[in-house]
């Protein structure tokens, strides 16, 4: 139900567009995440957006540098992610939970996962 893609590679300084595609149901009053995990270490929020009201939350290490975007009607939540950093690398995931459920960086708070889309910054 959830697709995460358009994960690379990418050299520090530049910049990618993660998407991830919704199928199968509908998001409404649900609240939108991505989450990246690197090796070794916890999952941990990185942005979430309102899919109805499109309010956004990021965390400090991204502000400033990745925006969270969705689109209602092709049904798709995106993060572009720009003056990456090596620390970057991970794998990003896309969750969708209740919103109001638990905190917005919480991950109990998100139900629906995608698959993942692996972001390596390396020169």
């Known amino acids: 139900q959830l697709q995460a893609y358009g994960g690379g590679l990418v050299q520090p300084g530049g910049s990618l567009r993660l998407s991830c595609a919704v199928s199968?149901?509908?998001?409404?009053?649900?609240?939108m995440g991505w989450f990246c995990q690197a090796p070794g270490k916890e999952r941990e929020f990185v942005s979430s957006v309102s899919w109805t009201r499109g309010t956004t939350y990021g965390s400090d290490s991204v502000k400033g540098r990745f925006t969270i975007s969705r689109d209602n009607r092709a049904n798709k939540v995106y993060l572009q992610m720009n003056s990456l950093k090596s620390e970057d690398t991970a794998v990003y995931y896309c969750a969708a939970g209740p919103a109001a459920a638990w905190p917005v960086a919480d991950t109990r708070g998100y139900d629906y996962w995608g698959q993942g889309t692996l972001v390596t910054v390396s020169s």
């Open positions: 199968g149901r509908t998001f409404v009053n649900f609240r």
